[in-house]
């Protein structure tokens, strides 16, 4: 069965240090990718996707993401977090047909001043 | 443009009683569907519908109807409200197929006593 992992439940991190979130996910075939956020309270956005091209795909406030084919991931990173971007983000992944989107269970991320 | 747009944003039922969440989306999205959050489990596939008059199941439909009688609106009904079903709620919606990235709603917190 199709499923994403995200290794990370929960990361505590400093202000200005560097953030790497980890996602894979298992299917053989092509895929698109995305990365969704919710902030606390709110409804989830879509931070960045991936459908071809370039494996390193840049989104919004900073955020960029980086597809490895040959091993299944698309970590997500950014340079340097702000409180701001306390957050829990969502991996997700579609292989084609009909609601074939499959979510990661989240990492929660929270950011210290 | 609203977007998509969820009402009750919070729900206390009794088991047993019924209700419907409302969502309506008027960015005239082909696909819409429902999501439950639940923690450490990411989110799971309801009930989906890829256009006015086509539903079909997702990952845990039991307890769950649809109906999709317009492009704009996709409610969700809850039978017999059930302590299980306490979750919080998220209508998406999105261009066609499920690659273009989804546009979320606020989500409904339902509690079942």
């Known amino acids: 069965a199709q499923s994403v992992s995200q290794h990370n439940h929960h990361v505590i991190l400093s202000e200005a240090a560097s953030l790497e979130l980890g996602c894979n996910y298992s299917y053989g075939g092509t895929v698109n990718l995305f990365w969704y956020v919710q902030y606390p309270g709110q409804h989830l956005q879509l931070l960045l996707k991936y459908f071809s091209g370039d494996p390193l795909v840049k989104g919004i406030k900073g955020f960029e993401a980086e597809f490895i084919k040959s091993k299944f991931s698309f970590n997500l990173r950014k340079p340097s977090v702000q409180w701001s971007d306390t957050a829990e983000y969502f991996c997700a992944f579609y292989s084609g047909g009909y609601q074939k989107v499959t979510f990661g269970t989240g990492t929660k991320l929270q950011v210290i001043p | ?113």
Not at chain 2, 101 to 111: D, E, N, Q
Request: charged letters at 15%; glycine letters at 10%.
């Open chain 2, 1 to 113: 443009n609203a977007g998509v747009t969820q009402t009750p944003k919070f729900q206390v039922l009794k088991t047993g009683q019924s209700m419907t969440l409302q969502c309506a989306q008027d960015m005239n999205h082909e696909y819409m569907s429902w999501y439950r959050q639940d923690p450490g489990m990411g989110l799971r596939l309801i009930h989906y519908s890829v256009g006015a008059g086509i539903t079909d199941q997702g990952e845990v439909p039991n307890g769950y109807n649809v109906s999709r009688s317009t492009t704009e609106d996709f409610p969700l009904r809850l039978l017999s409200a059930a302590p299980s079903q306490t979750s919080v709620y998220f209508c998406a919606s999105s261009l066609r197929e499920s690659n273009y990235g989804y546009t979320f709603g606020s989500g409904t917190r339902l509690t079942v006593v």
